[in-house]
């Protein structure tokens, strides 16, 4: 049988999930801004307690970070994302949540060549091209401006 594109094309729409967007894309926003709005009540209640603006966001960050890695670990950040899908990716928790995961797969191989060796099989081209380019605009800004 020779799969030509257009077969293909029916093919993979046939086996592809159906998604009901009126409901994922709101379920997504309400999570994903719960997650947000949870650090700015960490946010607030930090700089009422006379933390600098710094130093409160420092730690709210901690909390979300070691948040989303222990729900990882018990298997319960999953289960949120399969019910709230891109909402789980709030930058800081979703980077967590991939950082964990690779941890946890890895770990059966050992500390050193299983999870120190994999534990940024997924975030780690994020990082990489996240530097390289943050690098890049700091010398244009540098030579430019």
């Known amino acids: 049988m020779k799969v030509t594109p257009e077969l293909y094309k029916d093919m993979a729409k046939q086996a ?8 994922n894309i709101p379920i ?4 994903g801004g719960s997650i947000c709005a949870v650090g700015q009540l960490l946010m ?4 009422r307690l006379g933390l ?8 709210v960050s901690v909390i979300l970070v070691a948040c989303s890695a ?11 994302a399969r019910h709230a899908g891109a ?11 991939a950082i964990t995961s690779c941890a946890i ?5 050992g500390f050193v060549l299983g999870v120190g060796a994999k534990i940024f099989t997924i975030a780690g081209p994020v990082l990489l091209y996240g530097c390289v380019a943050a690098a890049v605009y700091g010398i244009f800004y540098y030579a430019f401006h």
């Open 105 to 109: 797969e890895a770990k059966t191989e």
């Open 28 to 31: 997504a926003f309400l999570v």
């Open 52 to 59: 600098e603006r710094s130093q409160a966001a420092a730690w």
């Open 16 to 23: 592809e999930p159906k998604s009901n967007s009126k409901v």
């Open 87 to 97: 909402g789980t990716l709030v930058p800081i928790t979703g980077f967590a949540n």
């Open 44 to 47: 607030e209640g930090f700089l």
């Open 70 to 80: 222990v729900l990882t670990g018990f298997g319960l950040y999953e289960k949120l």
